[in-house]
């Protein structure tokens, strides 16, 4: 078994607490400040919403750059990124994360952009992205948690991680 995958596996592994920790913590932040202090409320869940996109994606550059031996470059490569983690790529893995999760995913790598690039938010976005975020954290923990399995599984040793049958 390939030691650095191994590594990377509990690396995933790891992140996924963190990263449900602190979609936990959007959401209850959302249900109690709501109508006490919507301004500091609203601040505090989008640095949760930016933190926890900010988390999926360095798991995705580890991936690429261990796994895939390549990560995109350029001014979309964040875009190109999210991209690659749902593909396949040939003779090394199956797609990390189904079309559906990187489809969601995407609104919260752009709501990340407007958060690090505008200084207010606007209170309905941040209501739909709350709203959506038990599935879209669940669904992503479970894709990266079957990925990180395969890292660890026989036959992940040479070559990449077997996740689809393929090598």
């Not at 001014?75 to 189904?98: D, K, T, Y």
Request: no cysteine.
């Amino acid at each position: 078994m390939n030691g650095s995958y191994v590594r990377l596996a509990e690396r995933i592994r790891q992140e996924l607490v963190d990263i449900r920790q602190t979609a936990d913590r959007a959401v209850t932040i959302w249900s109690e400040t709501l109508g006490l202090h919507p301004d500091y409320g609203t601040d505090a869940i989008a640095f949760n919403l930016h933190n926890l996109y900010s988390g999926l994606e360095r798991l995705f550059l580890m991936i690429a750059k261990d796994v895939d031996q390549g990560e995109p470059h350029g001014p979309n490569w964040h875009e190109e990124l999210l991209r690659q983690m749902s593909s396949e790529v040939p003779g090394i893995r199956g797609p990390v994360l189904s079309q559906t999760t990187r489809d969601r995913l995407e609104v919260f790598r752009g709501f990340r952009h407007i958060v690090r690039n505008v200084y207010s938010y606007n209170p309905k976005l941040i209501q739909g992205l709350v709203e959506q975020l038990e599935e879209v954290a669940e669904s992503t923990s479970a894709e990266l948690r079957r990925f990180a399995d395969t890292l660890t599984e026989p036959g992940a040793e040479a070559g990449g991680a077997d996740t689809g049958g393929k090598r």
